[in-house]
């Protein structure tokens, strides 16, 4: 019996959700929350949901500039149903809608990223998180800021700001704040500022209880220098006498060595994660809305495998004055990648030619330089985990 691709009715959804919870073995509340800002996909096999998953149209910040983006999220498939392929065929057709709607990139966050690949996406990033005894935070140096409690619009306007320094995150949505009180209920925000100031830090945590004791869970943090990372993480250290360990959330810190700069001994644990993964829909119109470094000056022919693997695309690659261009040409290629490394390259991923020709990029490692210069401005980062 074929299967039939549709956006999902409220019944369908609700029918999804009950799926969900037996394919991942536990309840997946972001089905309910979400789905009202989501485009809502299911696959029916006579009449009844077998697979399915939802996309948000929420833009991300690169190289300065918001880019339209689909963030795909709880994905899955009647284990019945496993094997079949159908999980591509959900993911293509999940692709598609999101695309029509005007995606230019794709994101995702998945354990399974060797399937994931083959189907286009790349990680641009490794993803930690970090534990850390609260004790060795006591003595950081940051007592000058006067520290509030609450959300407020200000801190707001400051994350978002802090948030077009790096690649990858989410241009947030106004429905973002209420999501995240009710995933995190007993989460609470602190903003950090100079006397008479505008803020220039933003914190949220969350206190989490184990069989091993309580420990201080930072899901957001957000400095605009120094001085502010230094009095968010001297706060931190003033939780020791009650609580033992502060853990930073997957997403909750900036892969910065914030934490291998200012702590007095090496007693940080880190511990790798699934990646968040990115595949670029449209690579003419990514190139156009991405920002570009006012500096930046290239001309380059490069060579981009089609997604089928079977053949290349020839196109001109041009940066110059702040804005992009990538166009089809007859040019012989100075460089081929795969559509999986033109996205780890437009997410500023490789940090170095070295990286970029292990990776498997292929070209004069000088002319690889020169494409990697363009986006290594700002480090990739998704600071939200969907």
């Not at 995606?103 to 990680?123: D, F, K, Q």
């Not at 950081?140 to 800021?145: I, Q």
């Amino acid at each position: 019996m074929d299967v039939e691709f549709t956006e999902a009715d409220n019944a369908q959804w609700e029918e999804y959700d009950a799926l969900a919870r037996r394919a991942y073995g536990q309840p997946v509340p972001d089905i309910t929350r979400l789905g009202p800002y989501a485009d809502r996909r299911v696959a029916l096999r006579g009449g009844l949901v077998v697979a399915g998953g939802m996309g948000m149209l929420v833009p991300q910040w690169f190289g300065g500039r918001p880019v339209p983006a689909a963030s795909m999220g709880c994905g899955c498939v009647a284990p019945e149903e496993r094997g079949g392929r159908l999980a591509a065929q959900l993911v293509q057709e999940r692709v598609r809608a999101l695309q029509d709607q005007g995606a230019v990139l794709a994101t995702l966050w998945t354990a399974s990223i060797g399937y994931v690949r083959r189907l286009g996406w790349e990680t641009p990033a490794q993803v930690f998180s970090w534990t850390v005894p609260t004790l060795a935070l006591k003595h950081a140096a940051g007592d000058t800021l006067e520290i509030t409690h609450g959300d407020t619009v200000q801190l707001a306007e400051l994350r978002d700001r802090l948030a077009g320094r790096w690649n990858g995150p989410w241009q947030r949505p106004a429905w973002w704040s209420t999501w995240q009180q009710e995933r995190h209920p007993d989460l609470e925000t602190y903003g950090f500022a100079e006397r008479g100031l505008e803020p220039s830090g933003a914190l949220m945590v969350a206190t989490q209880h184990t069989p091993g004791g309580r420990h201080l869970v930072v899901h957001g943090f957000w400095a605009a220098d120094a001085a502010a990372a230094d009095a968010m993480l001297a706060f931190l250290g003033r939780h020791h006498a009650r609580i033992p360990t502060v853990m930073f959330e997957r997403t909750g810190l900036p892969p910065a060595s914030l934490l291998q700069y200012r702590l007095p001994r090496a007693v940080a644990a880190a511990t790798a994660w699934h990646p968040w993964m990115l595949r670029v829909l449209d690579l003419r119109r990514a190139v156009q809305l991405r920002g570009w470094s006012q500096e930046a000056d290239l001309d380059l022919t490069v060579a981009i495998v089609t997604e089928d693997g079977t053949a290349v695309d020839r196109f001109s690659l041009r940066i110059a004055s702040g804005e992009g261009e990538l166009k089809p040409t007859d040019r012989e290629p100075q460089l081929t990648l795969t559509r999986g490394q033109f996205a780890v390259w437009f997410a500023g991923g490789y940090r170095s030619a070295a990286a970029a020709l292990l990776s498997g990029l292929e070209g004069d490692p000088r002319t690889l330089g020169r494409l990697l210069t363009a986006t290594t401005e700002r480090e990739p980062w998704l600071a939200d985990y969907f």
